[in-house]
């Protein structure tokens, strides 16, 4: 008898919750550390990021419409299936990051629990982040941090889903929608992991992976006057082309920081606005 | 009688003037640059006129702050922070602020005069709004100083440390005080840069900052124009830019300070949509109409320029409102009956004509008031455009001026549509009885600020600033520390 032959996954775009391949019919060879040949993958086009924003834009008023409770529990649903998965996480990373099974295992597992402790911030953030003012009128006056819509990611290309959870699991937790750029050579732990939000009840667009060339994506993410803000984290040397260009239509620009101590909530402030509201007070 | 009879004799109510003193201003002939704590002497710099638009006349000159006057400014900046700001303690930088708040106070008429001499606006507004709101918020940011630790950006949030701030000509002292209040709280140092036009109460502000004690090189001022705003932003020795001002310049400044390892927070422009709901008291709604658009002669980024109104009031909305036009009393800003004052510079004036000339030429309706209007100075009688479609330029573009666009609409639904279909985002207001409907409304509206049955209110403690092309980043309350703290 002979041996079985396995069936080797092709790795798609997720988009508006369903897996299209690239418009333009490319893909790319995605190779593990160690130089073997892991799969083809989708090379995304400026069209098909375009298609992503579209998505977004619309998944977005949903996603933020839902009580925060339910956003919370989505978040939440996401992590657990990340953990029943969590084998196939720990492999791609390996073979993607080319580090041991061990560092791999831990690696998942603070991925996973990023994802906990972003879903947890859901229903906290406008108690944190917003308040009541009191101003000299008869009005009650109120600030809470709404979301800033649509915001582009380019994860970084080193950490390949750590990296990628903390990109996009901030802005989306504060209820906007991403459309992100997985790491060129390391794409595939990102793929795998936004498969799961299909199951996991998030609303099909509010998160939204391309893959492909990180050069040729991204200057149209930044120019796309219907993305309201940029991490341009995971960039490398083109980070300052991308944060001059974003300049063309105001967007909030992040960038990680080289320090240790870097405080957690600036990529979260970073994605919201402030809404004050004035209401009269009165008989 | 006819209704338009009416109109013209209620318009044709006289009072007698009732003018406050220029000389109240004591201004000086000329200004030098406000450098270390000390006035350089106006000799020493190219000077420029500025004029009281009201009469075209100048009321004095100040000094054209060149590239290196710039530098000097940021070396003098970087000086008092290093040696001195960041050494004294939050009670400290405390007790300068309230000393700040309490001498605006004192000098607040002086100041008002000041200001209505060089911006045009009426001196009920200046008296009433701009300088006791400015020393509000030095009162409000001097309590911060020293509970920065409780501010809820971590246990010991540090400055950012040299801030360069560009400041617009239409609230010349409160944008100053909003810059500077909260930058010096945090334990910033900074170097100022007024208008071009309206660069006379910031220095009677240096004045003032001497009075109080301040350290040397804390506070820098740069009087200047666009090429000294430019000097500013490029600075290697500047940590932080702020600016207040249009969304052409703030892009252009977003795109310099881009892969540098500045700080940047932009108030930018606006086109505000005022919805008005059936259910709303008419006459409130008037008066909430006419403050929202020409408060300050619609100079404010945040004015209610484009008013929708539902469809089934639609009528008697703008009937009343331009009766209500009618009866506002245009001129002589120095006048104490005076709602709206001049415009403030020729070519603010001319941008106001071009877009309105574009209402016309683009089919809407227009109706100006039949006020007179003085033969000098730069004037622009309140006009309301209706039948306005949203492809038309006066529903897009910020006219900055005493300029009303009526749109109507049928659903909630509608309404947000449209008053979301900008690019800007700055801020909204909301008429309605029904609290409910209101606050649907305001969680859908895409905007920095949302007035439900009022408009244009501030205040220290509540955050302003807007979304999208209208800018990022918060001035007052809790929020407004974050732009000068390195969190």
Same mark, same amino acid.
């Given at each position: 008898m002979s041996e079985r032959l396995d069936v080797k996954k092709t790795f798609k775009l997720v988009v508006n919750g369903a897996f299209p391949r690239s418009e333009s019919g490319r893909s790319y060879e995605v190779f593990g550390a160690n130089g073997r040949f892991l799969a083809n993958v989708a090379q995304a086009s400026r069209k098909d990021l375009r298609d992503a924003v579209v998505a977004a834009r619309a998944a977005q008023a949903k996603w933020w419409g839902a009580t925060a409770y339910n956003r919370g529990q989505v978040l939440y649903r996401w992590a657990e299936m990340a953990e029943s998965r969590r084998a196939e996480l720990v492999e791609q990373v390996q073979v993607c990051e080319g580090v041991k099974k061990k560092d791999a295992q831990l690696s998942v597992g603070r991925a996973i629990d990023r994802i906990v402790w972003y879903a947890g911030w859901t229903d906290k953030v406008t108690q944190v982040l917003g308040g009541a003012n009191p101003v000299a009128g008869p009005f009650f006056n109120f600030s809470l941090p709404v979301p800033s819509g649509v915001v582009g990611v380019v994860a970084?290309?080193?950490?390949?889903?750590e990296g990628f959870v903390e990109s996009v699991a901030a802005p989306m937790c504060v209820g906007n929608a991403v459309v992100v750029v997985a790491s060129?050579?390391?794409p595939i732990p990102a793929v795998v992991l936004a498969e799961m939000t299909v199951t996991s009840d998030?609303?099909?667009?509010v998160l939204n992976v391309l893959t492909g060339i990180t050069g040729e994506l991204v200057p149209h993410l930044a120019t796309?006057?219907?993305?309201?803000? &940029?991490?341009?984290?995971?960039?490398?040397? &083109?980070a300052d082309e991308l944060a001059r260009l974003a300049a063309g239509s105001i967007k909030r620009v992040y960038r990680a920081r080289?320090?240790?101590?870097?405080?957690?909530l600036r990529r979260l402030r970073t994605f919201v606005e402030t809404s004050t509201v004035w209401h009269t007070i009165g008989q | 009688m006819t209704e338009h009879a009416l109109t013209s004799e209620l318009g044709a109510l006289a009072y007698d003037a009732a003018p406050e003193s220029?000389?109240?201003?004591?201004?000086?002939?000329s200004y030098g640059l406000f450098l270390d704590g000390a006035f350089t002497s106006p000799a020493q710099h190219e000077q420029f006129a500025s004029l009281n638009?009201?009469?075209?006349?100048?009321l004095a000159t100040v000094a054209l702050a060149s590239p290196s006057d710039v530098d000097r400014a940021v070396a003098s900046a970087r000086r008092a922070y290093t040696k001195v700001w960041s050494k004294t303690t939050g009670a400290q930088r405390a007790k300068y602020l309230y000393r700040i708040a309490r001498l605006i106070q004192e000098r607040s008429r002086e100041l008002a005069v000041v200001e209505t001499l060089d911006n045009g606006k009426p001196i009920r507004e200046s008296r009433d709004v701009d300088i006791p709101l400015a020393a509000a918020h030095f009162f409000y940011y001097a309590g911060w100083a020293d509970k920065l630790e409780h501010?809820? %950006? /971590?246990?010991n949030p540090r400055p950012v440390g040299v801030a360069g701030q560009i400041i617009p000509w239409n609230f010349p002292l409160l944008m100053a005080a909003w810059k500077l209040a909260p930058a010096l709280a945090a334990g910033n140092t900074c170097v100022l840069k007024p208008a071009e036009t309206t660069p006379l109460s910031a220095l009677i502000l240096a004045e003032i900052l001497q009075q109080a004690g301040l350290?040397?090189?804390v506070v820098n001022i740069v009087t200047g124009d666009g090429t000294t705003g430019a000097a500013l932003v490029d600075h290697?020795? #500047?940590d932080k830019i702020a600016f207040t001002g249009s969304t052409e310049v703030g892009r252009l400044i977003q795109e310099r300070v881009a892969g540098t390892p500045k700080r940047l927070t932009l108030e930018l422009g606006g086109k505000g949509a005022n919805i008005v709901f059936e259910d709303a008291p008419i006459d409130e709604v008037i008066e909430g109409i006419i403050d929202g658009i020409f408060f300050n002669q619609g100079h #404010?980024?945040?004015?209610?320029s484009r008013l929708l109104v539902q469809e089934s009031v639609a009528d008697e909305v703008l009937r009343r409102l331009l009766r209500r036009v009618d009866q506002l009393r245009v001129g002589?800003?120095?006048?104490?009956?005076?709602d709206v004052g001049a415009i403030n510079s020729a070519a603010q004036l001319e941008r106001i004509r071009e877009l309105t000339a574009f209402g016309e030429e683009e089919g809407a309706t227009r109706y100006t008031s039949a006020c007179e209007l003085p033969e000098k100075g730069y004037w622009f009688a309140p006009t309301v455009f209706a039948?306005?479609?949203?492809?038309?330029r006066i529903a897009r573009d910020?006219? %900055? /001026?005493p300029v009303l666009s009526v749109l109507t609409f049928r659903t909630p639904e509608e309404a947000v549509a449209k008053a979301n279909n900008s690019k800007y985002g700055l801020a909204c207001g909301v008429w309605s009885e029904k609290g409910s409907r209101t606050l649907w409304v305001a969680q859908r509206l895409r905007a920095g600020v949302i007035w439900a049955n009022t408009y244009n209110k501030f205040d220290p403690t509540s955050p302003f600033g807007g979304v999208r092309e209208s800018g990022f980043g918060r001035e /007052?309350?809790?929020?407004?520390l974050e732009a000068y703290l390195n969190v």
């Open positions: 970084p290309q080193e950490s390949s889903l060129e050579l390391r998030l609303p099909g667009g796309h006057e219907d993305v309201d803000g &940029l991490d341009v984290s995971g960039s490398g040397d &083109l080289l320090d240790d101590d870097e405080n957690p | 220029a000389q109240i201003a004591h201004l000086q002939p638009p009201a009469t075209e006349e100048s501010a809820g %950006f /971590g246990v350290p040397d090189g290697p020795g #500047v #404010v980024c945040c004015a209610g002589d800003p120095m006048d104490k009956n005076t039948d306005v479609a949203q492809s038309h910020e006219v %900055f /001026g /007052g309350g809790r929020h407004g």
